[in-house]
Every structure is written in C-alpha cells, then in structure tokens.
C-alpha cells in the first residue's frame, strides 16, 4: 500500500483522557424456521426455485459486544441484547442471481435482543438480514448472508457484515452459495491477520469470540472508531471505502492512502491504549474479581489481533512454524505523520505478537548489609553516562514510618512516608491548622453559598479535631536536589533527585524511537509486552469516591475493597493507579488508563510512596 511503502515511520496517537473503550458493537441472530411442511433439498439445488417455504417464522436473537459504556457504574466487556427498537429486515435474495427480489420482510427488536419475523413466505431459501441501530449509533449496518434451511445458530456481527458484502458478490459472479459463504470467512479474516479463528465464531470460547469482535470492530474507520477513542477525519467515507473494497477484493488494506492511515492509525492507537492496562499487573485484576480477570484475557487475545492487523498493513510475511522467533521491526507513524514509535512484532506459535522494543539495559544485584536483602538493578546510559539504579522497590522494614502490608506483595516493597523517605525526624516540618478556627471554617463554607459532605458544622468540627497539616520546612531543606540525602536507602545509594528521573525517562525513551515528552510507561514492566527498560515499574490500585453525593451510601453487595486500612465501595467509584515513584495514574472502571505525568510532590509529610535508589 502506497502509505506504507512510501514511510517506513508510524505512531498511533492516542487521544486519552482504558481511556476510553471504543463503543463497537456486534449483533447475533438465532434463526429458527418452523413449517408444517418438509422442505426439501440443500445448498446443491441452488439453480431452481424451490417452493413450500410458506408461512414460516424466523426467530432471532440480536446480540452485541458492549466494550465501553460511559456512565459512573462498573463496565466490563460482555455480550449483551442489541437495543431495543432496533429495525431488523429480511430480504429474500433469487436462488439463481442473488439479487434481492422485492420481497422484504419487517421487524424490530424487543427486550433482550429477541425479534421474530411471522408468517414468512419465500421461494428462494437465501436470504439477507440486516439490522441497523439507532442514531447515534448507526455507523453501519449490521448482516449476514444465510440459507433458511440451515440450522443451529446464525450469528449477525461485524464478521458476518464482512463476510456477508464478500459472499454476496461471489455467489452473484458464479460460485455456489457453499463456496461463497467458506472463502468469503476465509477472507475477511485473514484481511485482519487472524488465521487460527475457530470455525464457528459464534460457538467459539466466549472470551475468544468477544475478543476477535472487538478487535474487529475496534479497528473501523467511524467516529469513534477506537477502544480508546480519537478523532480521525472522515472524508469520503473511509468506512464505506473498507466495505466496498472488502465486497469487491476481499481485503482493503493496500487500495486506498487514505484508508490504510486510519486503520493503521486506530489500531496504534488501542495497542497504546493496551500498554497502559498492561502496567496493571494481572494480579491486580485478579484480586479486583472474576470479570477483571476476564477483562485481562480478552485483552490479550485482542493484543495478538491487533498484530496480525499490523503484519498486514505492513506487508510481514505469516508467521509459521519454520519463523518461530523471528523478529520485524517497523516504524510507525501517526495519522498526521507527527509522532513515530517502533513497533516490534514477534514470531510464535504460529501469530505475530506484539511486543515493544527493548532499551539496552544490564542487570545486576545488590544486597542491603542492613538486613541482608537482595534487589535486583539495571543500569542504563542516561546522557553519556551509566547510570544504576535499583530494578526494585525498596523493602527495608526497620524504618520508621515504613509500611510493609502484604496486601500489595505485587508490588514487592515499602511505602514510606516523606519524612520516612528523606530519613528526617519531626523538626522539619511545620504545622499549621486546615482553618484559623472553627468559627472562620464555618464562615468560608457559609461564603462559598456550597455545603460541604456530611453538613457544615460537622465538617468543620472533624476538620478541627483532625488536627494540623504538616508540610516540609522549605527554609531547612531544598527538596529538589536529593543529592546529598541518603534518605532510607543504604550506604553507597541514594534518593533520586526528580531531574534525574526526567533525565532517565528522556534516554529510554530516545531508545524507543519516541519524540514526545517522557513518558512514565517506558520504565513499566508491561507483561505480556515485556519488560523493556528492565526497570519493573508496577500500577498498584487504590480505590477513591468521585463524584459522591451526601446521601451516598456504599453498597456492600457491590463488592468492597480493603485498602490502606480502609473499607472503600468499588463502585460508583473510579480507579486511581499510582506508579512507583509517586507519579499518579488514573484509571476508569472501564478499563482506561491516563498516565500524567507531574513532579513528585514533597508538599504532604503524609504523603506515602515507594522508593527506588540510585548509586551514588
């Protein structure tokens, strides 16, 4: 394809605030045909009508994948009944020429996806069904190309939309219904790089099935065309240039510039998109529950989608068994040709895997004489420079102020607080109270006309009983240069300054081939991605009430989770992730990540963080 032959740079632009997922939808059609009559013959008695199929009703059920919905309540990826009033319409398409014959019967779906259509008379047993949703929602119609005589489940999704504009054409050139039904499937998926589809789609594993949906649906040049959505431009249709080539060839990826950009772009833009859920480690979803744990799932297979999509947008030779282990390299480029990322693909097991380029690193060990403990280290060239820090959290325990719970083992270290971090006592902190009393509390709430949670009496009679605040005396120390405090780390390490993790941010990420600011996720450990600094950041969760009402209560029956000591509702709620060295991340429900990144905050004596030490 001309884009891709013409740049050999490409990087998705993602356009965050789990992010957002892409709102792609698929619909699954049962048909059932019932007649007092025994209708004779199969697919081989195509070239002649064939009369009795009388009165008959067709019953369906409309399905779809539901990646994302944009509310404050908990969302997983899951299946369910396309949208009531939803029109559905049967067309009976002639038995020799596939063209439609005028016949069209009406229907519209009811509750949980179900629709029938009633007292159906054809003479041709192949037919076209299509389903088209509502405004807004209606980016395209819905399809599949089926023989009123089969049996068993017909599924209707974006696959079978595909399939049905391919196997349609083929059966109008020539090719019998059987045939044009097996090499349109064949086609369209390996239009996508999937080549190991099971052969029902429909019957497959239920996270399997709801992955290769997604992945699919996710990639079509619309609106909101991504699991994390972003903003492309729609000239001409670019969705419409995807169907009608796919019609036409079979394939679209190599016939128009403009929708090879798109796709490439939005598949970029959810593999970014996927890197940050990555930084969770999946023991966290999996003491989040059991649809954390699937969410996991589905987005590994959609990560291995995504690279069989990407191998053929750039023309990488199928993986095999005789390739197993070989490495492509391309560079890859935004829809605007702005940014360009490397991206590296991997042979095994017969797909393409995604993985993202490793820094050169080296690792290493190194033991705390204070009690004896082994942390793994990396060192990495920061502007010329080796530089080693430790690959590891911190866990040295006889700190006061150090909190070790096993609750986070995943992260593997301690959190300190500030003053525990620098290994200062009290003297370097200065106390002030929230309000100058609980008279002037009360006349700044009165003065904001607002009421603050619980009342204002009771707000500011706690807010005084909680005592002070304390904050670092900036007169006794300069928290912007670490240098010549050890802090909690041992003897011959130190704390960093937070230049120096700008510094290191900027030299990984000039490994990486990226030309934007520095970016925390470049030092994550991004499993099943890889590791690619060595360094082995992790997420961790905690969970924060936004957004709550006075009369907000916390449902039990949702599912509470214990964090720091506290009792927190997981819902209505949103996740906020907090890298390693404080910076923060926030992520929806929704499997959405947004990663900002800011200055560690020394302002908070309570402020709680992990530590990593550099060599001096």
């Not at 009792?567 to 060295?581: E, S, W």
Request: hydrophobic share 40%; glycine share 6%; with cysteine.
């Amino acid at each position: 394809m001309s884009y891709l032959k013409m740049s050999s740079k490409i990087f998705c632009t993602l356009a965050m605030p789990f992010a957002m997922m892409f709102a792609a939808f698929q619909a699954s059609v049962l048909v059932a045909c019932s007649d007092d009559k025994s209708v004779a013959g199969g697919a081989s008695e195509e070239t002649r009508i064939i009369a009795g199929l009388e009165n008959i009703s067709i019953h369906g059920r409309a399905r779809m994948v539901v990646p994302w919905k944009n509310d404050d309540k908990i969302k997983h990826i899951d299946v369910v009944g396309l949208e009531a009033g939803t029109n559905v319409s049967l067309y009976e398409l002639d038995a020799k020429t596939f063209a439609k014959t005028g016949v069209v019967y009406a229907g519209v779906v009811g509750d949980s996806g179900n629709f029938a259509f009633e007292k159906v008379t054809l003479k041709s047993p192949y037919v076209l069904i299509e389903a088209e949703r509502l405004p807004p929602q209606n980016a395209y119609v819905y399809s599949v190309f089926t023989d009123v005589r089969d049996t068993g489940e017909i599924s209707m999704d974006v696959m079978t939309r595909l399939e049905a504009l391919r196997a349609v054409r083929l059966a109008e050139s020539g090719e019998s219904y059987a045939e044009a039904k097996e090499r349109a499937k064949a086609e369209v998926l390996e239009a996508f790089g999937i080549y190991d589809a099971p052969d029902g789609i429909g019957e497959a594993d239920e996270v399997e099935y709801t992955a290769i949906i997604s992945a699919i649906s996710s990639t079509l040049p619309t609106s909101t065309s991504s699991i994390y959505p972003i903003s492309l431009p729609l000239e001409n249709r670019t969705i419409n240039k995807l169907f009608a080539f796919t019609a036409e060839k079979g394939y679209f990826l190599g016939t128009d510039s403009l929708l090879d950009k798109s796709f490439v772009d939005i598949v970029l833009s959810n593999f970014e998109g996927l890197k940050r859920a990555f930084s969770v480690p999946f023991e966290a979803y999996h003491k989040l529950g059991d649809a954390w744990t699937r969410d996991y799932q589905i987005n590994e297979l959609m990560l291995k989608y995504y690279a069989g999509m990407l191998s053929v947008a750039y023309n990488v030779e199928r993986c095999t068994q005789d390739k197993e282990g070989k490495v492509s390299n391309i560079q890859v480029s935004d829809y605007y040709e702005t940014r360009v990322t490397a991206v590296r693909l991997v042979c095994h097991s017969g797909n393409w895997h995604l993985s993202v380029p490793e820094v050169e690193h080296t690792m290493g060990t190194m033991t705390d004489a204070r009690d004896g403990r082994e942390y793994k280290t990396v060192t990495i060239d920061v502007g010329g420079t080796p530089q080693t820090w430790m690959a590891e959290n911190l866990r040295y325990e006889l700190q006061e102020g150090a909190s070790c719970d096993e609750e986070w083992g995943f992260v593997d270290g301690c959190y300190y607080s500030q003053l525990a971090a620098m290994n200062l006592d009290s003297s370097y902190l200065v106390f002030d109270y929230p309000y100058e009393s609980l008279e002037a509390c009360k006349a700044y709430w009165e003065s904001e006309n607002s009421v603050p949670y619980g009342g204002i009496d009771a707000f500011c009679e706690e807010s005084m009983d909680a005592g002070t605040h304390s904050k670092l005396d900036y007169e006794k120390i300069d928290v912007s240069d670490s240098a010549k405090y050890q802090g909690v780390c041992p003897d011959g390490w130190r704390l960093p300054r937070p230049q120096e993790w700008i510094d290191l941010l900027s030299a990984v990420q000039a490994y990486s081939g990226e030309d934007e600011k520095p970016e925390t996720l470049n030092l994550f450990d991004l499993s099943p991605l890889g590791n690619p600094a060595g360094f082995g950041l992790h997420a961790h969760y905690s969970i924060m009430w936004l957004g709550q009402t006075p009369d907000f209560v916390p449902d039990p029956s949702s599912g509470l989770l214990t964090v720091d000591g506290a009792v927190l509702a997981t819902a209505p709620a949103k996740v906020m992730l907090k890298d390693d060295f404080g910076y923060d991340m926030f992520m929806a429900i929704a499997n959405q990540v947004w990663i900002g990144f800011t200055k560690m905050d020394f302002s908070e004596s309570f402020t709680r963080i992990a530590v990593r030490c550099v060599k001096n």
